[in-house]
């Protein structure tokens, strides 16, 4: 992971998670082991995040399995992943601008190989345990909305969650009457009402005439997916948490956004150790 995109992830999470002393002070002797700074844990979550490992294989003598757990749980508990993936749009916006004129919504199925509620077979996958997240992107792919759900779902019941869960991060910067690109398998009346009740327009692929997916918008979604599929937690999910499972759907749309943000700000702006390149150091 580049320190130009760690770094300003960390300063984020830091400025959520509560001050907390070296020691416990509750501890009725005040000498029990040193707390594990939460940027070593963070650390080894995002290498859990980029190489898919399990916890153990992540671990090293500066930080245990059960502190990953036990901190990961902690974190995603309190809804950090969603306020830091917030804060990465809200910067995007301020410096480069989201383009919401056009929102972009498809889904994307992977393997789940430890089950839980969140998972069921897979249509792909000969019935093999898998998930399912549907990710609304603005025009230029940036992710503003992901919603999870077992992989036998259909996209279409999927729609409105996932307008809710983008609404719910950029919804107050939305236009009057913002465009929904959708493939063939969201062609429906159904959709065409509950897009129609909530003001949307909409440009939906009509089923049975395939259109080459470059002769519409709907390629840069495809493409996050393929981003986000770069995170071997995403492309096989270890964890039975939905919390902890969608902390890492966040974690990853956080990193793609600022990715993103840096790629377009380095045209505009300077700043030190500003790269010169599109390879991230």
């Not at 290498?47 to 059960?66: F, K, M, N, Q």
């Not at 071997?232 to 793609?256: H, Q, S």
Request: aromatic residues 6%; hydrophobic residues 40%.
């Amino acid at each position: 992971m580049p320190s130009s995109l760690l770094d300003p992830a960390w300063v984020q999470l830091e400025s959520l998670l509560p001050v907390r002393g070296e020691f416990d002070p509750a501890h009725p002797l005040g000498c029990h082991r040193r707390r594990i700074p939460d940027r070593v844990v963070f650390e080894h979550v995002v290498a859990a995040l980029v190489h898919g490992s399990g916890y153990e294989r992540i671990a090293t003598p500066e930080c245990s399995d059960t502190t990953i757990r036990r901190r990961i749980k902690a974190w995603a508990a309190a809804g950090l992943g969603h306020a830091m993936h917030a804060a990465a749009l809200a910067a995007y916006e301020q410096i480069v601008g989201l383009d919401l004129d056009n929102i972009l919504i498809d889904g994307c199925i992977t393997k789940a190989v430890s089950g839980g509620p969140s998972t069921g077979k897979s249509p792909v996958d000969r019935a093999k345990p898998g998930i399912k997240r549907s990710l609304a992107t603005e025009g230029a792919g940036i992710p503003i909305g992901i919603v999870t759900a077992p992989a036998n779902r259909h996209d279409s019941p999927l729609l409105g969650p996932t307008l809710d869960a983008a609404a719910a991060l950029t919804g107050h910067l939305w236009p009057a009457k913002p465009v929904v690109h959708l493939d063939a398998g969201y062609d429906s009346q159904i959709t065409r009402d509950l897009l129609k009740e909530r003001d949307l327009g909409h440009e939906i692929t009509w089923k049975g005439f395939p259109v080459p997916i470059d002769h519409t918008r709907r390629w840069r979604v495809e493409r996050t997916h393929s981003w986000m599929n770069g995170y071997g937690k995403l492309r096989r999910v270890t964890d039975e948490n939905p919390e902890i499972i969608d902390f890492y759907f966040d974690l990853a749309a956080t990193f793609v956004t600022i990715q993103a943000l840096i790629r377009e700000a380095r045209k505009t702006h300077r700043w030190p150790n500003r790269p010169t390149t599109r390879r991230l150091k």
